[in-house]
């Protein structure tokens, strides 16, 4: 009786191994279908798509009282052959709403489409079609930095900035300090190779009030643009991208909390894009030179606002349209004279 009790087990045993690899190797079969179905549907349109225009917005989110001014402001061209990020200043001032750009989406909420309106305002002074725009706030943003993992940077100069906002403590009295310092803290960088979790990554995008040249917008655009660099590489990584759990959760993020209008086919269309190796290249600007004579933007004395604003030497905004053109056609700033002409080659 033992023996029959034992043989028994056994052959239920091989049983259960046997239907526990035919299960399993039923779900492999199941996920590489579901695989190679997708790269089918991808590749199978991949030869038409074109090239598509994004406005990539940053904003401080519902717990500040400034939630719908968009103080990070970036252009970008996702192509097959590479991927264009220009940041573009907020402070820039746009006549006919009387109001800088930073505030284009706030005030075209109040009309009843914020980002419809900031796509339509940015394609003007920008001379491009944009076809899609994507807000992200604070929040948002470092979790999206937490969940890849954190992103590598190179920081190209130390820094301190001193003023720091805390989040919360925007209306604070500081018990009657005249300097209001309860409401700011003291962040440090270090130059070189550095790994930015979610709260540091913020930090270093957002840091306005270093001294030297790393307080100026011109640099914080540019910390902005490796982040969001950094970023983009580390999700379309084979850790992220082949990851269930990640890409659910990424899914989720993008369709709970932030605001944009790709909708299905947008995202549908930019994964085409991104197929190609190159389009994953990222090449970035900052359209500044206020600071020049020469430049495609001043910073008048006086302004009737009242406010520090910047305005185009061509009111027309003509001169910022051949730029870019340039830019994004070309590659190469060196090649791009401020007259938005194609420079010629130097021998």
């Known amino acids: 009786m033992v023996w029959y009790n034992k043989m028994l087990f056994m052959s239920l045993n091989f049983l259960t191994k046997r239907n526990f690899l035919f299960f399993a190797g039923g779900v492999l079969l199941a996920v590489l279908f579901v695989c190679v179905s997708i790269l089918v549907y991808f590749a199978s349109g991949y030869k038409g798509v074109g090239g598509v225009n994004l406005i990539l917005l940053g904003g401080s989110g519902p717990e500040n009282t400034r939630s719908n001014l968009t103080d ?11 991927t264009v990020f220009v940041s573009v200043p907020r402070d820039l001032w746009y006549q006919p709403w ?16 914020g980002l419809l309106w900031t796509k339509e305002i940015l394609s003007e002074i920008l001379g491009q079609k944009i076809d ?22 190179v920081v190209e100069r130390t820094f301190d900035d001193f003023r720091y906002p805390i989040a919360g403590r925007e209306e604070d009295f500081c018990d009657g300090d ?11 960088f270090e130059a070189g190779q550095t790994h930015l979790g979610g709260e540091q990554a913020l930090k270093f995008v957002r840091s306005r009030y270093a001294e030297g040249e790393e307080g100026t917008d011109t640099a914080r655009s ?30 989720e993020i993008f369709e709970k909390r932030i605001q944009s209008d790709l909708g299905r086919d947008g995202f549908i269309l930019l994964g085409k894009i ?14 500044d030179g206020w600071q020049e004579e020469s430049g495609l933007i001043y910073h008048p004395q006086k302004h009737p606002s009242g406010q520090w604003v910047l305005l185009p030497r061509d009111s027309s905004w003509e001169e910022v349209h051949l730029y870019l053109s340039c830019l994004l056609s070309q590659k ?5 004279s401020p007259a938005g002409k194609q420079a010629s080659p130097e021998f």
């Open 274 to 287: 991104l197929l190609a190796p190159k389009a994953r290249q990222t090449q970035s600007f900052v359209l």
């Open 178 to 188: 005249p300097e209001f310092g309860c409401r700011y803290e003291h962040v440090h």
């Open 132 to 153: 899609y725009a994507v807000l992200v706030d604070f929040a948002v943003f470092k979790d999206l930095v937490d969940l890849v993992g954190g992103v590598e940077v």
């Open 222 to 251: 540019g910390r902005q643009q490796k982040v969001i660099t950094a970023l983009k590489a580390k999700i379309l990584s084979p850790k992220v991208f082949l990851s269930p759990t990640k890409i659910i959760k990424l899914k």
């Open 72 to 82: 990070s402001i970036i252009f970008s061209s996702v192509e097959k052959k590479g």
């Open 98 to 113: 009387q109001t800088k750009i930073n505030s284009v989406h706030y005030y075209g909420q109040e009309k009843g489409d």
């Open 332 to 336: 190469n700033k060196s090649l791009c």
